[in-house]
């Protein structure tokens, strides 16, 4: 399917004139290069109209963007499906073939989004926008943005017919702003033979970072994830009136309990991920500071850096398994001393962590045998090496675009999709190519969220280049 000639020149004023209302021109009918000015057109309008399906988790809708896609890849002759986890819950499959000479690469994004209050937006959330250079909406970073630039990256190499060593998987999924139990959880739970033989996936999790000078100080790629491993504890107690005051009292148990817990100080750990991560930034910072952060393990020996270090939440986060206490529940009248007392703790731990030596750690800082501990949630950390074929090209075409700029592996401190290929032996790796500064960051999940089409234009370049080096033959 490489020769296009005549036959695109028809399939194009058929497309064009048939469907002018959604079918944007393919902007890929000649041999060569691509025509990049047409794609950027392309994507800019695809990305206008899929903002315009309005996908809010809850109740997410994601049927209507799954549709969206399947009409694309089925004018485009690539293969596609939608699973159904519940009505109205669409999750969409497609896939280009390669082949089958090595095992596939999975471009991931979720369909849903978080909601947007109207009041505080400058725009229409759901209006798809294209102003001053750039696409307004939710999801327009959030992961919609990255979902066109995955697709518009499937289309280039199908419509240039070149020839593939790898399928390329595309998978939309619902629901995760929500957990994603109705999206790649129950693909993963039913389908999981669909994308069994992928080796790679590419998803959210890492971006090129922009400081305020336009300056670009490092490339991020996720590799790692803090792992969640949230428990409840339970008391029981002598119940009563509670006028009448219980030293053993289920609620005076789990105060006492969690007071230690609260007290408790994780020990420090710098697992290599984050020596590594700190190494790497290290000569973006000032002296003294500098010389520290390139062996974080042996300054946070000292414990006046480790002090200073450690006071910020974020930093402190990273050198330790955290717990934070987030849910309480006791009596539900304030004169009734309850006979059972319970709390919820987020409990977050590094890589190469084994949550069952952490339990047994918890449970002697508790102390108290009659606390009953359940697990509500329990990831595995676990990271993706550096050292893959696809990780080493999102450094090489990285450095290409950015001789200067540093390629790291911040470790994530929330969690992503990636543990449920992770798990399974796939490597997933965190990076979709846009440049995004801390301010444009903040609008993510936030109000007047939006993606300059300049950044569109980069990150389709550039993912695709990565995509192209990864499968082509
Ligand atoms: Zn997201």
Known sequence: MRKYGFLCWVLGFAVFGLATMASPTRALCAEGDPNWKALEKEAVSLLSRYIQIDTTNPPGNEIKAAKFFKSIFDREGIEARIFESAPGRGNIYARLRGDGSKKALVLLNHMDVVPADRRFWSEEPFGGLVKDGYVWGRGALDMKGSAIVELMTMLILKRQGIPLKRDIIFLGMADEEAGG????????????????????????????????????PYYAVGVSEKGPFWLKLTVRGSPGHGSTPKSDSAVNKLIASLNRIINYQTPLKVVPEVQRFYADIADLEPSPKKERLKDLKRSLKDPVFAAEFTKNPRANAMVRNTISVTMLEGSSKVNVIPSQASAKIDIRLLPGEDPKEFLKELRLVIGDESIKIERILSIPPISSPTNSELFQIISEVSRNHDPEAVITTPLLRGFTDCHYFRERGILCYGFMPFKKSDKERSRVHGNDERISVENIKFGMGMLYEIVRKLVAK
Do not use: P
């Open 181 to 216: 139990a109705m999206g790649l959880g129950f693909m993963v739970k039913e389908h999981f033979d669909l994308f069994k033989d992928a080796e790679f996936v590419l998803n959210e999790g890492g971006r090129i970072n922009l400081r305020g000078d336009g300056k670009v």
